[in-house]
């Protein structure tokens, strides 16, 4: 029954492949919807600050105000992935950018800080859907190399929204005040709904093959975890570091936010080159190979920057060249190890992102929380722990089955 289910399967996925030939409107929609819901926490920080002078309140309470998007984010992975494996995913999404459109639109109207911090629940709810649900429609309508390019576009675009969305963030604040933030969101997320509405014939419906089987089922699917922890812990490496770098590099090695600017824009540079390369190292040595010598990398970038704190030296200078490499593993390996963790759900592709998105966010979190005691000890701290948790991917691969081919 499990070789049926699976002939059966491909058979629907070369039939879809077949229907979506030219899908690069389709794919740059998909793109679009689901960096807006990112854009929903770094076009709104730079505005967080005046909160409480325009809507009263504390300075913790407008903290809440991103803490509350991101609980809401959570919330949603999980709740998307649930119906996407029992409804249509399309009309789920454009409902889902719908209410992001009208909860944004309705924070521009409020007159408390208590009240903007529950709708950011609600906008952050919402947001979360076209990440869920982004990675199995790609995988529907490429072929394997195919979908890791698309994932590979979809995450070098990705990477650039910390980095520009903030900017453009400040120039809404002068221009408009913090209300101009919420206000492109809901305009975007009007327009991306009716396009979305448009396009829904040339987007494909994807068809759960294990209707029912729940997020229980795919945490104890060895092979599954194998990717997705992977996947979490080796990015999570990468994203503990940035978090605690600015503090790191101002406190305790002379240094300005200018150095942390110039080392995120060198490691996102290479991380691109490396999300844009994947898909022809993965046809020439295969996705497992670099998976594994991706994750590698990333470790031994991290390595050689504790190694450098180790050392005694401490000049902010040299971050940039020495957070090149862990940039360009996690490039090399992100692509073809999001779709190896998507593909090991055996159909269940909205649960499985969701899973894999939420275990990025809780490794994030996670290292973040226990790193920040640590930011006054200097560099070597902070790379310390980001060195455990890329060796900590790298175990999980070793340890756990990996997906037959």
């Known amino acids: 029954m499990r070789h049926a289910a699976a002939a059966a399967h491909q058979c629907r996925r070369a039939i879809n492949q077949q229907d979506y030939k030219t899908p690069r409107l389709t794919l740059l929609v998909i793109i679009t919807s689901t960096v807006l819901g990112l854009a929903g926490t770094d076009l709104v920080l730079p505005a967080v600050p005046t909160l409480p002078t325009a809507l009263g309140g504390s300075v913790a309470l407008s903290q809440m105000v991103l803490a509350t998007f991101v609980a809401g984010g959570a919330c949603g992975l999980l709740l998307f992935g649930a119906l996407g494996a029992s409804l249509d ?19 521009t109207q409020v007159d408390a800080l208590g009240e903007l911090v529950a709708l950011r629940f609600a906008q952050g709810l919402f947001s979360a859907a076209p990440a869920v649900f982004a990675p199995g429609i790609i995988r529907v309508m490429f072929d394997e190399r195919g979908a890791i390019k698309a994932i590979g576009i979809l995450s070098s675009i990705e990477s650039l929204t910390p980095a520009l ?32 509405i448009l396009l829904r014939s040339r987007i494909p419906n994807v068809h759960p093959t294990r209707q029912g089987a729940g997020y229980v089922s795919l945490l104890a699917n060895a092979v599954f975890m194998r990717y997705a922890l992977s996947q979490a812990l080796t990015l999570g490496a990468l994203l503990v570091f940035v978090f605690g770098a600015p503090a790191v590099i101002t406190l305790t090695m002379g240094g300005t936010l200018t150095h942390f600017i110039i080392m995120q824009v060198c490691g996102i540079a290479t991380f691109i080159i490396g999300a844009s390369s994947a898909e022809r190292f993965v046809g020439r040595f295969g996705a497992e190979t670099m998976i594994w010598f991706g994750s590698t990398l990333s470790l031994l970038g991290i390595v050689l920057i504790t190694g450098y704190a180790l050392l005694g030296f401490n000049d902010p200078r040299w971050l940039a060249l020495l957070f090149v490499p862990m940039n360009f593993g996690l490039g090399l390996r992100g692509p073809p190890g999001f779709l190896s963790a998507v593909l090991a759900a055996d159909g269940d592709d909205a649960r499985g992102s969701a899973l894999v998105i939420l275990f990025v966010l809780l490794v994030t979190a996670g290292g973040t929380a226990f790193a920040a005691p640590l930011v006054d000890d200097g560099l070597r701290a902070l790379a310390l722990v980001s060195v455990g948790l890329s060796a ?8 756990l089955p990996k997906r037959n081919v």
């Open 89 to 107: 995913q399309r009309w789920l999404m454009i409902a889902a950018m719908v209410g992001y459109g009208l909860v944004s639109l309705l924070a």
């Open 165 to 196: 969305a903030p900017i453009a963030g400040v120039w809404l604040l002068h221009v408009a005040g913090w209300q101009a933030s919420f206000s492109v969101i809901a305009v975007l997320a009007a327009v991306l709904s009716v396009v979305l």
């Open 392 to 399: 900590l991917s790298l175990l999980v691969l070793w340890v």
